[in-house]
């Protein structure tokens, strides 16, 4: 997609701080890390949804970006890490292009996800897993 700039990356029309290609994915340095060493790992072929885009290319998504949180773990600077994938823009996706944050993390690095806890209501789980059951396909 000629406007988005992830692709501008992967065609070497941006220049990005490069951690990994081969010939399903890109992962390079975010811009705007939350730590240090944050990691974008992306397909090269344009696809906005992760639902979309095909098997094989999902499979090495998560394959690279796991192995790259470990690599962060194996530098002996890092205690762990985070995988987070936006899936829609009401899911906080801002680029619309396919990409897995891989985010170093270390017990005092500030960083904490804003996650809230929900309740269920009588009879919500099950309503919720029918539907679920009935939309389902592998």
Not at 42 to 61: M, T
Not at 79 to 92: K, P, S
Request: glycine fraction near 6%.
């Amino acid at each position: 997609m000629s406007d988005c700039i992830f692709c501008k990356i992967v065609d070497n029309e941006i220049p990005a701080h490069k951690l990994y290609e081969d010939d399903l994915v890109l992962a390079f340095l975010d811009i705007s890390p939350i730590t240090k060493g944050h990691t974008l790992v992306i397909p090269k072929v344009h696809q906005e949804s992760i639902s979309a885009l095909a098997p094989e290319y999902q499979a090495r998504l998560i394959d690279v970006s796991s192995k790259i949180g470990k690599t962060f773990v194996r530098t002996q600077e890092y205690d762990g890490f985070n995988l987070h994938l936006n899936n829609g823009q009401c899911a906080g996706q801002v680029v619309p292009h396919v990409h897995m944050h891989v985010v170093p993390r270390i017990g005092t690095d500030g960083f904490h996800w804003n996650w809230r806890s929900l309740e269920y209501k009588e009879n919500q789980i099950e309503v919720l897993i029918t539907k679920f059951n009935e939309k389902f396909t592998t």
